[in-house]
């Protein structure tokens, strides 16, 4: 049996590329095949998220069938459902339409006006721009997704004001819900 040995350059935390990291475009936008490739400029920079990073989710179930004794014979795939928390840390037009709805919210050069109403969230194709260990890229695209969970948000003086916000993700064409394309060595 031909093995691989453990490496530790394959070890690694992951954070956002200096600038920006987290990106949204109308779904349907052009979305890049891998990490080099620029944005589609339908792509608009969300600004900060906070340090609880995004968390990706898979809720999945199966079904066992059991024979005459109670014992498991067969298992069949159930539902699965994947999902990415986040929490904008930003308040600025990008985010907050990210949270309330593009058609809600609007900006002049002075002020922003965010409308607050049951208007059903529009799907968008979301873009992560990650940096492994020794400058490695890691770019995280998920061709459409919904917000479809809203955390609590808390005004209080020594609490950063923030926007959680939970995107559940949709297959594409092809049947992936997200795709990743990361560097092997920088």
């Known amino acids: 049996m031909a093995t691989t040995p453990n490496s530790t350059a394959n070890v690694s935390v992951g954070k956002g590329v200096a600038g920006g990291y987290f990106f949204t475009a109308p779904e349907g ?6 990490y080099t490739t620029a944005l589609d400029d339908a792509f ?31 298992t069949a795939a159930g539902s699965r459902t994947r999902t ?5 840390a930003e308040t600025n037009p990008n985010s907050l339409k990210e949270v309330y709805g593009q058609s809600n919210v609007t900006a002049t050069t002075t ?22 260990r020794d400058g490695r890229r890691w770019r995280r695209v998920i061709p459409s997704a919904q917000v479809t969970e809203w955390d609590d948000m808390t005004v209080l003086y020594s609490e950063l004001v923030n926007y959680p916000v939970t995107y559940t993700m949709y297959k594409d064409a092809a049947g992936n819900d997200m795709y990743d394309y990361i560097q092997l060595s920088a």
């Open 29 to 34: 936008t052009t979305l890049p095949t891998d």
């Open 44 to 74: 608009v920079n969300c600004g900060y998220l906070t340090d609880e990073g995004a968390v990706f989710s898979v809720d999945s179930s199966s079904d066992n069938f059991l024979d005459l004794n109670g014992d498991t014979i067969a």
């Open 84 to 88: 990415v928390n986040v929490v904008f």
């Open 111 to 132: 002020a922003i006006t965010v409308n607050h109403n049951g208007t059903e969230m529009g799907r968008r194709s979301l873009v992560f721009e990650l940096v492994l």
